[in-house]
């Protein structure tokens, strides 16, 4: 039981730093009429993440969410495997 709750603390606090990088991209996101969302931490360390407004369905989404967002994520929070949109 206890190492259940140490690796939900764990997971939360990966996900706060993941939070705080996806805060220093999103107004270069929201400047185009777009945004980003987190849907999900896997335990493999895979972000799900939700492009929204003018970033869903934008034919750059892909280059933006590898060649940015998932850059800068994986920058600020080493343990992330990937960033993917869901």
């Excluded at 993440?49 to 892909?62: E, F, I, Y």
Aim: with cysteine; aromatic share 2%; charged share 25%.
């Amino acid at each position: 039981m206890t190492e259940k709750f140490i690796d939900i603390m764990e997971k939360n606090e990966i996900l706060e730093k993941v939070e705080a990088a996806l805060e220093g991209i999103r107004p270069y996101l929201q400047a185009d009429g777009g945004d980003i969302n987190i849907v999900e931490l896997t335990d493999d360390m895979v972000v799900k993440v939700q492009l929204t407004g003018a970033c869903d369905g934008c034919p750059m989404s892909m280059q933006t969410l590898k060649n940015g967002v998932e850059m800068v994520v994986k920058n600020n929070v080493p343990v992330i495997k990937e960033v993917v949109a869901v």
